[in-house]
């Protein structure tokens, strides 16, 4: 694992008045490049050949450099990651990253100064450790059950490795063996949890170490940026009622919608924010680093459970390329997660903090 | 009931260039806040001490004043009466005043001037009257049935006193026997109306009687602001097809989604908004003064169904701090219901019409 | 048919610098007026008496001049006509044109000059060159089946000039016979396609033959504008689970919500709205030009299938009368599709190319 100090021995060198804001082409880049343009810096993109024209349909995002790749693991070739330091790139990780490159390859071969706290990735992507952040926030996280005996109630079950929810069910612990074998599967195939009957909420926080106005947390300020609801083929299931076609069960995220919750909930949510941030400075200080995520599901019978946690920007987020519902209550100008982050990376280097939220 | 000619009289004392908006920490207070605040108002927020924090992480929708109590109801104390009496205060009410104050109470002991027509609450939270308003607008409304054996069709089962649709249920009219006794119930303990089907619009409207421009309604302006749909947590019953677990069947709302209208059917929705408007002007006049909300039905064999009214600011307009896919066609500025509110009392003020909004 | 030399002789007459942008009072023309004001134009708007309160109560989107019409059809009558060519109209046509009017008989009988090519109406209103075009652009489409023995699966029935979507269903394949028999139909009283499993996205396109920069595609660029799902009665079938109410099971439209997709999707999605446009230059030169939207559905095994295309702006933009999720990224200042469509004329002016847009 490649040690902060000598990522930081790298921003050493940098011209930090030509900073370059950086990322792959996927997820959440355009929000990236877009926010980055507007708080003036100048932008790089690693992308696909088949995904250039996204970038040109969409000028104002489209990123200054454009250096094309076949694969973005790529990213962490020698001589990209040279080009990339020589061009003083900090980059702006997102979900794409772990999911082409993996968090353990950044981690241990990834010499580019990146925005936030790298090793919040490790706690995201390893399921055991994301419970273990959780617990340490003492949220309420869904029950996860060793074997088929263990399970009680209502169980959904996931595949281990499968891509975007797909073959993932729902079942009554009673039937599981039966459901298991109609599916050719054994309790080995699959990690069982409890199901958690409520509506989905995925809260878009923020947390700034070099911000101290506002609500503190730590040394820092906790802002809830926005919130959305991911859609996925399940979600028009009903559709064809009183007939249900096996082909929607499926968990693979296309998109989402913009929500809001209700301002008496708004204590708590926020409550939970306070306490991911706090558990991850103890777990993994400096702990997370800029934007997160509390993926949710709320019952006005047990209020919030947390079934998952993402440790950087995420896609949600690009419903708000110019602010969400909340986001006027923090600032005066339009701003988009995107934005945000490019803010943060310019205060800190104004005020000599950058090192603060680079690793 | 105090007379409005007495919060008239308490009015005559105030120094109007040094108004104070306040109101309740909760429900639509962040908006209420950060409308008042853009249009030059000092505000006032009465809040619980676990509610700070969210009035913290939203700087630009924090009131400049907060007074910490251990339970809403202190509003109605001698002491915090005259203190808001003192700073000038009008009153914003949204639905918190009426679940945690209770609409005779305020309108028994509440002194401090409020925006609007304090009757419309005790019609808003009387299900009887609420209908018999409706009724003079002449706007179809779900049939309510006085026993089991009047009811037909598909109906819909309210619990008395029920927090939020917690243990609502839809059944066929011959089953409800059954229904109620698997439950536990009798007919006495629940109120059973017509289940209309349809997709849901929540309508923000906006009556101005000061204004004159725009749609003219009675002597004064209707608008139409926004609608959202509510989130219950039976929105989410579809996502363990085939199985259908019985805890999703609740009707508390949680948040809110955006939502518009096909324009073909405005017409029919603003229609619906003046008649509630001159219904109210004759049941109780002066009528209804500022936001009110229908809750409606929509379906293309019968049009709108109205099966509830809101006759103050909803949590739904709490998606539109900036404005909605509606406000564009009214105002050159972005326009909250908040914001609107707060322009309204100003206006007021400026043309020495403060009394007509006051109650 | 008239042709389009005939049109651009009447255009000829105009004086180009008073323009004024007309359309009939439904569908999307509150956007349109609100797009055109801001970009400068005077206003028409053709108005039924009963839907004259919604232009009233959205001043801001209020067409300047307002005739009076008992019924949509007259737009075809001499007096009308003449009248808007006097005024030097350019008439943006929307889905009413198409209900209520019909694509044939503008082409045949209305000689007062159009935004885009109107040629495109015809092939958005007859299913079978719908389906030629799309087949053309090698989008996926559901098949369609000529009786009910080549049926295969599970199908979507729809009925010939059902209005809205009213008495469609889904059947499986081998039950079809039966579930047209209880509905008293034969194959012949109804289109049998394949149900197509999925996610809703309808992606709003535009189309400019005058801009180049951006994404090029022919000799014009390609903007993908915003995108909604749209709200169907049967969007709430399933809230009296497990009970399921027949009077859900209709398709009409009312409303619309606004939606994103994950930005690993857009290549496809512009891939998509490119090979329309260039398939529309093969099959009907020039091709469409302006706004079109094509009506997808998402599954992670089979990518997009496109189930429809409409030729002209549809009513899902009216979700964003100052910009979308992605307009931001296009455009510095607030964007309709209405608006964008009055910057096209209002350019095309400027640069000599008016007749390019015009059919």
Not at 298 to 306: A, E, K, N, S
Request: positive net charge; proline residues 5%; charged residues 25%.
């Amino acid at each position: 694992m490649i040690p902060r100090s000598e990522i930081w021995s790298i921003l050493d060198e940098y011209d930090v008045k030509q900073i370059t804001i950086a990322t792959i082409c996927s997820h959440s880049a355009l929000q990236i490049f877009h926010g980055a343009k507007i708080e003036g810096f100048r932008t790089l993109g690693i992308c696909l050949e088949n995904r250039k024209r996204v970038y040109s349909a969409f000028p104002k995002a489209k990123p200054d450099i454009l250096i094309e790749v076949n694969a973005f693991s790529e990213l962490l070739s020698e001589n990209l990651q040279k080009e990339l330091i020589e061009k003083n790139c900090i980059v702006v990780m997102h979900g794409s990253f772990i999911e082409y490159i993996g968090a353990k390859n950044i981690l241990d071969y990834f010499r580019v100064p990146t925005y936030g706290n790298r090793i919040s990735l490790i706690w995201e992507s390893n399921r055991k450790m994301q419970m273990k952040w959780l617990k340490e926030a003492k949220l309420r996280t869904p029950k996860e059950y060793e074997s088929i005996n263990d399970a009680k109630g209502w169980v959904f079950v996931k595949l281990h490795g499968a891509k975007g929810g797909k073959g993932y069910f729902v079942a009554k612990a009673e039937e599981l063996e039966k459901e298991l074998k109609a599916r050719n599967m054994s309790a080995k195939d699959v990690i069982i949890q409890e199901y958690v009957v409520g509506q989905r909420y995925y809260l878009h926080f923020f947390y700034s170490p070099i911000e101290t106005e506002g609500l503190k947390v730590g040394s820092g300020r906790l802002e809830l940026l926005s919130m959305d609801r991911r859609i996925e083929t399940i979600d028009e299931i009903y559709r064809t009622l009183p007939h249900i076609i096996p082909d929607y069960m499926d968990f693979t995220v296309s998109g989402n919608i913009p929500i809001i919750l209700r301002e008496s909930l708004l204590a708590e949510a926020i409550g939970m924010g306070a306490k991911v941030v706090k558990a991850s400075q103890k777990l993994f200080p400096p702990g997370i680093i800029g934007p997160f995520c509390l993926e949710t599901s709320y019952h006005p019978d047990r209020g919030f459970t947390v079934f998952e946690i993402s440790a950087r920007i995420v896609a949600g987020t690009n419903l708000y390329p110019i602010g969400s519902p909340y986001t006027p209550y923090i600032f005066d100008e339009p701003m988009s997660t995107g934005r945000r982050i490019a803010r943060e990376i310019r205060k800190a280097v104004e005020i000599g903090k950058l090192k603060e939220i680079v690793y």
